[in-house]
């Protein structure tokens, strides 16, 4: 995958981004054709899947929207290319720039950055949460929820995880939100990563390792709302209202609920399956599909090993 921005100027503030308006970086940009002519080049080495395009914005919402639609034209009619085109949807785009990059991606996203105005504010001035951010949103989504003019586009967005001083409850609280009432396909998750000057040197306070942290828990968090039939009111936290570090988020459910256990594995729906700890989509299916054949005496017979089958040994059981 071909991931390139048409520019890394950009006339926002946000605080999380080396490429904000203040920032030290080497300016620089790419035309619409120059980088159609570079992807085809590529492509026509079979180094790539599709393109990735986003952009720092330059001006105004529009104006840079502008120049992601003209590479995505360019590619679509000059080139003839029928393949994978994602593109960004910059903050604050207006609704035609976003109906016509709908017409010509395959896939779409908008970063939400943080869950609710209250931590957006943290991190920039130039944007504003509900114009910018949450009615482009809905907008997507109305126009590509199932039934509607564009549903083959797939559509994502993603939090910025610890540049703002967000929870992670908050965090999963607006993701179910977007699953439910978006419909979009996935969320996202990036740790903040703090600048570096360097020219200085500084010890590791480990707060990076921390960030990292939330973001393998988030990502914990939202297979299982995804494929693991489990609610965002359903996940829990500790008093601070984030994830425990030591335990995964069906770990720390599954100790909070002892009345669960234990499931009967020769009885239970798919489902109730997943609720085993160690147990995942494929090793559910398997389970089923063999129950079909024989009733199974032991983990082993469903082709669970190893430390996974230790760990849904104490939660599952075959009499």
């Known amino acids: 995958m071909l991931k390139t921005l048409m520019t890394n100027a950009c006339s926002s503030d946000c605080k999380y981004c080396p490429f904000r308006q203040d920032g030290i970086s080497n300016r620089c940009s790419i035309t619409p054709d120059e980088i159609a002519a570079v992807f085809m080049r590529h492509l026509e080495k079979q180094w790539l899947l599709g393109i990735f395009l986003s952009s720092g914005i330059v001006g105004n919402a529009d ?17 003839r290319y029928r393949g994978y085109i994602h593109l960004k949807i910059l903050p604050g785009a207006s609704r035609s720039a976003i109906l016509r990059a ?17 931590y957006f504010r943290e991190l920039s001035s130039y944007k504003h949460f509900d114009t910018d951010i949450v009615a482009p949103l809905k907008f997507i989504s109305e126009n590509t929820v199932k039934g509607a003019d564009y549903d083959r586009v797939k559509c994502t967005t993603q939090f910025i995880v610890g540049a703002s001083t967000e929870t992670d409850r908050e965090i999963v609280r607006y993701t179910g939100a977007i699953y439910d009432r978006l419909q979009f396909k996935r969320v996202y998750y990036s740790a903040y990563q703090k ?17 990292l942290d939330r973001e393998h828990r988030l990502y914990q968090a939202d297979f299982l709302m995804r494929s693991y039939g489990f609610s965002s009111d359903e996940l829990l936290f500790d008093e601070t209202g984030n994830f425990d570090r030591l335990r995964d988020p069906k770990q720390l459910w599954a100790d909070a609920h002892p009345e669960f256990y234990p499931v009967k594995v020769n009885k239970a729906d798919y489902m109730e399956l997943l609720r085993i700890p160690g147990i995942g989509p494929v090793a559910a299916r398997r389970i089923v599909d063999c129950r079909r054949e024989r009733r199974l005496t032991s983990w082993a017979d469903a082709g669970v090993l190893g430390k996974t089958a230790l760990k849904a040994m104490r939660y599952g059981v075959f009499s």
């Open 63 to 79: 104006r840079s929207m502008e120049k992601l639609i003209a590479a995505a034209e360019i590619l679509r009619k000059k080139y």
């Open 195 to 211: 600048e570096k000057n360097p020219d200085e040197f500084t010890l590791d306070d480990g707060s990076g390792d921390a960030l």
């Open 102 to 118: 709908l017409q010509l991606a395959s896939a779409v996203s908008l970063n939400i950055e943080t869950p609710g105005k209250k």
